[in-house]
Every structure is written in C-alpha cells, then in structure tokens.
C-alpha cells in the first residue's frame, strides 16, 4: 500500500494541529514571541539603518529636487533654454508642479547697524541668494511648512527674505565650525544681501529649518527681487526641479529621456531624484544596508537554533510516542512532516504578529516621529516585497530548523523508541 | 498464517552479547488465539515484536501469509503494520495529546480513509469496548481499565489479521483485566487472530494454545 503524499500531509496536519492546540499556551506564546522578534530583528535593524539615509533622500525628494531635477552645468552660469525646458515640462500631461530657481553666490551680513567695532570681523555668512517663483516652490516643496521663526514670503512683497536655519548660530551651533553663521538673527531684524558689487537690505520675513542642506543653506526672495538685485544677462534659471503627478505611469527616468530626447541635454544637468543623491550617501546607505543584513542573518540563525532545539526537545521528550505511532504504521513521512508543520506555524504567527507590529505601529510611529539625526530624520523602510521576502526566508529556514531534529528522532529504532532504550 | 522458523534475537553492546530467542520454530494459525508465557527474561515480549514487525531477529525467518518479513524495507514493514497488524501494549501506549476518538482515527487516516469515515469507525469501535460517551476524553481522563480498551479500539479500528497483545493486563485491577480478556475472547470468537503475552494462568485459559519461554527457547506447548 503506497501512501499518497496528500494522505501523509493529511496525518501530518491532524497530529501538528492537535499538538499545537493541546500544547501549553504559554510554551507556544513563548516561542511565537521569540520568532516576532527574530522578524522584527529581521526586517526592523535593516530598515531603520537603511530608512537614516532614505530618509534624507525622501527629504530632498520632497524639499529640493521632487521626482526630477535640471541643474546648471558646472562652468556656466544658469541653465540655458531654461524657459522652453519650463514650456515642455509644464506642456506634458503627467508633470504636476515645476519651480525654477535662481541662484548666485553672495554674502549676508547682519547686526551691521549695531556694529561698534569696526576693526572686528563682520558678522556675515556666505549663502547662495536663491529667488524664486513663491507659488510655484510652495507648490512644489511645500517650503513654508518648514519656515520655524516668522513667515514664509509674500509675492506682493518686495525686500523680505527668507533665511536657511543653518546660516544662524543658533541653529547650526551643532556643526561646529563647518560654515559660518550668523549671531542674533530674527525675523524682523534687517540684514544687507550683497551679490557681486551689488547690495540691498533685506527684512529678516522667517526662519527656515529643514535637514535638507539645498534649504536650510541657502537664502530665499522673491525672483522679481533677485532679478533686480544681481546684473544677469538673460533670464535663464539655476535649477528646474519638477514633480510627477501621483499616480502617473511615467517615471522620472522615463521624463529624463523625454528631455534629453527633445534636445535639452546639453543645456542642463537632468538628474532624476536618484541621481541627485550624492554618491557618498549611496555608500553609507550600502553599508548601512549590509550591515543591516549582516545582523538580520545572525538573527536568522539565531532563530533557526532556537526552532531546532524547540522542536528537538519536543521530538526527544515524545520519543516514545513517535516509536507507538511508527509501530502502529504512521508512515515516518507524517510524523516528520507533522513537526514541520509546527516549525512553520510558529515562524508564521511570529511572522504575522511582526509584520502587524511592523505596518501597524512602527511604520506609522516612525512617519509620526521620525529620529532626528543631524543629516536626516530616520525612518522605518520596510517595503512590502522585501518584508514578504524575509518572511519567506524565515519559513524556509524554519522549516528545515525543524525538519532535521524530527528527523533525527523519527529514524531511531521503532521498538528502542517505544521503549525509551 | 505465521511461520517462524529458527528464529534467534542477540542483543549485542560495547562489551556484551546477549541472546534472547534461541532458534524458536512456530507455526500460528489463522484465526488462532495464541498465549506465550514464561517467567521475566524468557523472551516473550522480544518474540512478539519480532513477529510483530517491530523489531529485527537477528536470524531466522518470518514469513506473514506467505511474505517473508525481512525482505521488506522499513516503509514496507510499516504499511504492513498499519494494513495487517494491530498492538496492544502493556502501558496502553495513547498519545496524550489526542482524545480517545482521534486515537482511533490515526491509522485509518493513514489508510486514506476520510476523516469523516475514521472519525464514525471510531465513535463505532468505542462503543464495541463500551465506552460510548468517551471519544471526547484524553487518555489523561480515562482509568487504566477504559486507556486499554482504547488501546484495543485503536487496534481493531482497522480490521488486522493479527491482533498482537503484549502483557494488556499487567496494569489493571483483577476487574478491568478480565473485562479486556473477555473483549479479546468476544474478537477470538469472531475469527481474530490473536497473539498475547502473559504471566498470568487465569488469562492464559482463554486462549487456544499456551506456548512456554525459557531461556529463549520453547519448552512446552499446551493447547485447550
């Protein structure tokens, strides 16, 4: 009589499922525990390592380049043909927002009036004087949400600026000396912009803070104050950053190659927002991702260990009963198979629990609170195909944690078994 | 029909030997209520499960309706316990993690039947033991007595030709013994072929023949 494998998976689920059920409650609560937090220890270490980088490149995304941007070419002054690239962009259907950006070198100098030394170092910081289109920004990077101190500017009002928190002491004291910044600046105050041999005074109008150094770097007015502040032959912008329409088919490569197809690839710089991460935090978040998983594999051992010895214990103390049901002719196929079954629903409820803790408090945690460091604020990356790839990693490592001790244990000797010899 | 012919059993360790069967010939018919008795040590639970498949002689021959056992490989060896063969131990030998019904039920859903099916042979073969309200219980909520006529439900569940009982009173009072030798009588009656070891006389009466271990030999052979 030949045993179908859909008669031994049969056996195997009756004996796995009444085992599990009659099993003691705070055994089985205790080992789902251990295989939660072998996934969590899984997915969770790699994603926050990965997740201080992307959450900087999310950042940048969202606050300087959206899904695609055109940079000036380095040695020439501003993008060329930047308001037929502006046309084509705002002409395609699945472009959302673009906003251009004018920018040059220039210094700012502060509490100038109240000034008594004159032999002192000039309270100053050199910045990039950025102009820009107030609606077009705000629609595009949402940047007021970020102003901390006063106010956003006001297209209908000329000789505010705004002001990169890192440019003031107070804000970028943490850095130390890695750029100069400015001493007592608040909005209200007046500062003197200076370009070239060209200088105006500004109204301090806000603070702007964000992690993203393209904002919190730089200086912003209004592009008609800019424009009437620097001599610029030619009103060609610094920088097209653009945003895709949500929902959209077209990719940010794909709207590259649009560009660089409609003959624009010679007058900018066209990144795409993955390109324009530097490539220095492309290492860091490699290593962080290695190292993540580096971590993730001990703890996958660690839990195929534990699988093992959890069901080897249960396998060696029910010896006997494994002997009775070889010699009452349950194949050793079932009796096998019966504990694999268990290893996998162990690794499945830790897994399920994990995955519920992941997408339902930490996911959503990390959104709410994200952790502040200098560079970034960390987030939980825990893309769902690469969580159901881990959990898929667990059960097979699970499953062979647990097919090898039943195994050990079910070859024995039937009558040795029975009686425990 | 089971015939044995010199069958011999050594237990071999690092620095021991030591032989159990020494050259058993026997012949047991179908349907044959056969008793093997003999004093601690003679061989008697070493003899029953070599005829009962659960172990090797380390010579010799058994052949079962004809198949000679020891040409067959393991997983042979346990289709033709699951198919040809039923047990009942001396300690019962239930899994306590499944009730008295799901007991039953293993080596019928092991033969294919549908849970459906094993579960009503089940609850049937209960009530042939007259435990009709117990298919619920775990065997840790059943007496020695009622553990044994499980034990006796599960091997009779799938109607084997031999029915092998190794000492199946030892553990119960003088009440629930003669209650399980007065089942295996009613299953003799009915064509079973039974083959028990036991040390007790009283028990011995009911079978049809009594064979005596001594020193691993067959001594004398007493028939009813």
């Known amino acids: 009589m030949v045993k179908s494998s859909g008669q031994t998976l049969a056996v195997a689920w009756f004996l796995a499922k009444r085992q599990i059920m009659r099993s003691n409650r705070y055994t089985t609560a205790l080992i789902v525990f251990i295989m939660t937090l072998t996934f969590l220890n899984l997915v969770v270490v790699s994603g926050i390592l990965i997740g201080l980088i992307e959450g900087g490149n999310v950042a940048n995304r969202n606050q300087y380049t959206g899904d695609l941007i055109v940079k000036t070419i380095a040695g020439k002054q501003a993008i060329e043909h930047s308001y037929d690239i502006s046309a084509t962009l705002v002409a395609m259907p699945e472009v959302e927002y673009i906003s251009a950006r004018y920018f040059e070198n220039g210094q700012i100098e502060a509490n100038y009036k109240t000034r008594r030394d004159f032999s002192a170092i000039a309270d100053t910081a050199g910045t990039q004087i950025t102009g820009i289109d107030i609606n077009d920004e705000e629609a595009l990077s949402h940047i007021s949400k970020y102003v901390v101190e006063g106010n956003f500017l006001n297209e209908n009002e000329s000789g505010k600026i705004l002001i990169g928190s890192n440019l003031l002491h107070r804000f970028s004291a943490a850095f130390g000396d890695a750029f100069a910044s400015m001493e007592g600046v608040y909005p209200g105050d007046e500062v003197k912009v200076t370009i070239g041999s060209s200088t105006k005074s500004f109204i301090v109008q806000g603070i702007v803070k964000t992690k993203v150094n393209e904002v919190s770097l730089r200086a912003f007015v209004t592009k008609s104050d800019f424009l009437r502040l620097v001599d610029r032959p030619g009103l060609n912008a610094n920088e097209i950053a653009v945003t895709l329409k949500s929902g959209t088919t077209l990719t940010a490569d794909e709207l590259k190659a649009r560009l660089v197809s409609a003959g624009f690839g010679n007058d900018g710089n066209i990144q795409t927002a993955t390109e324009a991460i530097p490539e220095f935090l492309n290492q860091i978040k490699l290593a962080f991702g290695l190292l993540g998983n580096v971590i993730g594999f001990i703890g996958i051992i660690v839990a195929s260990i534990t699988i093992f010895i959890v069901i080897f214990i249960n396998a060696v103390t029910r010896r006997k009963y494994i002997g009775i049901m070889k010699g009452i002719g349950i194949s050793a196929k079932a009796i096998e198979y019966s504990y694999v079954l268990q290893s996998i629903f162990y690794a499945c409820l830790g897994g399920i629990v994990g995955m519920m803790i992941i997408y339902g408090l930490l996911v959503p945690t990390f959104v709410a609170h994200p952790l502040d460091f200098p560079f970034s604020d960390g987030i939980l990356v825990a893309p769902f195909g690469g969580t159901m790839f881990k959990f898929g990693l667990l059960m097979l490592v699970t499953l062979i944690a647990g097919y090898i001790p039943a195994r050990m244990i079910v070859k024995k000797n039937t009558l040795d078994s029975i009686l425990g010899r | ?224």
């Not at chain 2, 039953?104 to 049937?124: F, N, T, V």
């Not at chain 2, 059943?142 to 009173?169: C, W």
């Not at chain 2, 295996?184 to 009594?210: N, P, S, W």
Request: net charge negative.
């Open chain 2, 1 to 224: 029909m089971i015939t044995i012919k010199n069958l011999t059993k050594t237990y071999k360790t690092k620095h021991t030997e030591m032989t159990v069967l020494r050259g058993i010939d026997l012949e047991i018919a179908d349907g044959e209520f056969l008793g093997i008795m003999g004093k601690s040590g003679a061989g008697k639970s070493t003899l029953m499960y070599q005829i009962g498949l659960l172990d090797h002689p380390t010579s010799g021959n058994i052949r079962i309706d004809g198949v000679d056992t020891e040409t067959l490989s393991n997983d042979e060896r346990t289709d033709m316990r699951l198919s040809t063969l039923g047990y009942v131990f001396q300690d019962y030998a239930l899994i306590p993690e499944l009730t008295a019904k799901e007991n039953i039920m293993i080596p019928l859903l092991m033969q294919g039947k549908s849970r459906e099916d094993a579960g009503k042979i089940s609850i049937d073969m209960l009530h042939k033991v007259g435990l009709p309200n117990k298919e619920n219980n775990l065997p840790s909520q059943l007496s020695g007595g009622e553990q044994q006529r499980v034990s006796i439900a599960r091997a009779m569940a799938h109607n084997p030709k031999i029915l092998f009982a190794d000492e199946p009173t030892a553990n119960l009072d003088t009440i629930s013994g003669t209650n399980i030798i007065e089942l295996f009588k009613q299953l003799h009656e009915q064509g079973q072929t039974i083959v028990m070891v036991t040390h007790e006389e009283e028990y011995a009466k009911y079978c049809d023949r009594v064979i005596f271990l001594e020193d691993g030999k067959v001594t004398r052979e007493k028939a009813k």
